[in-house]
């Protein structure tokens, strides 16, 4: 079954950097572009951007250019999403979810990991 | 970046009703848009695509309708699961928006 794990809370500064995992599994990784998306307490959903794990080319909203990075690691089945410059409002659940193939739409989704920032 | 716009906020009705939600996009997007349903500490779950396809597993009480800018999300008979926050997404151009929820509570 198609599974997406992501890595655990992170607690960071502000300033500092976070980077966040999510291993796939249940299907062929290579066919799925992964979308990131995170939602602070109590708000809505919001798109960070989406890798395509085949050759690593991204596509990142202009919220977050030159703050976020999304990378892949073929031989884990691993995406990663960095980001960089954390300040308090980047206090969110962040998750990685799978795109249905030649669609837009998201199919399976991870657990989601929380990303507190805090002095 | 197209912006979709959710029509209402919050909603209270009661079991049996029947619901409508609406989102409407900035611009034309075709069919490209999906419902999610999402209830606390989880994440979204997949009601409809392509504005109007009913995905497998969702009840059929569960409907889509729409296309270019106008949409719609109806519940025909509320369910006491379905008290939820439901988001439409656009998939026509990056970047992939969202509408800023729905939140459906029971009165």
């Known amino acids: 079954q198609v599974q997406l794990v992501q890595s655990g809370a992170e607690v960071k500064k502000p300033g500092a950097s976070v980077k966040v995992s999510c291993k796939a599994s249940?299907?062929?990784?290579?066919?799925?572009?992964i979308h990131w998306v995170r939602q602070a307490p109590g708000q809505g959903l919001e798109w960070m951007g989406i890798?395509?794990?085949?050759?690593?080319?991204?596509n990142y909203a202009q919220k977050f250019q030159g703050r976020v990075t999304m990378t892949r690691d073929t031989s884990t089945s691993t995406v990663y999403m960095e980001l960089s410059s954390l300040r308090s409002e980047d206090t969110a659940v962040y998750y990685c979810?799978?795109?249905?193939?030649?669609?837009?739409?998201?199919?399976?989704w991870g657990q989601g990991t929380l990303v507190s920032v805090s002095s | 970046a197209i912006q979709l716009t959710q029509s209402p906020s919050s909603l209270s009705a009661s079991v049996g009703d029947r619901v409508t939600i609406t989102c409407r996009a900035s611009?034309?997007?075709?069919?490209?848009l999906a419902w999610y349903q999402q209830k606390p500490g989880k994440p979204p779950k997949l009601l409809i695509s392509?504005?109007?396809s009913l995905e497998s597993g969702v009840p059929s009480r569960f409907s889509g309708s729409g296309s270019g800018t106008d949409f719609t999300l109806t519940i025909s008979s509320l369910q006491p699961e379905d008290f939820a926050t439901f988001y439409c997404?656009?998939?026509?151009?990056?970047?992939?928006?969202f509408g800023q929820g729905t939140k459906l509570e029971i009165k």
């Open positions: 890798i395509n794990p085949s050759d690593g080319s991204t």
């Open positions: 979810a799978r795109r249905r193939y030649r669609s837009g739409v998201i199919d399976y």
């Open positions: 249940g299907y062929t990784f290579t066919s799925y572009y």
């Open positions: 997404q656009q998939f026509n151009n990056y970047p992939y928006t």
């Open positions: 392509d504005a109007s």
């Open positions: 611009q034309g997007i075709s069919s490209a």
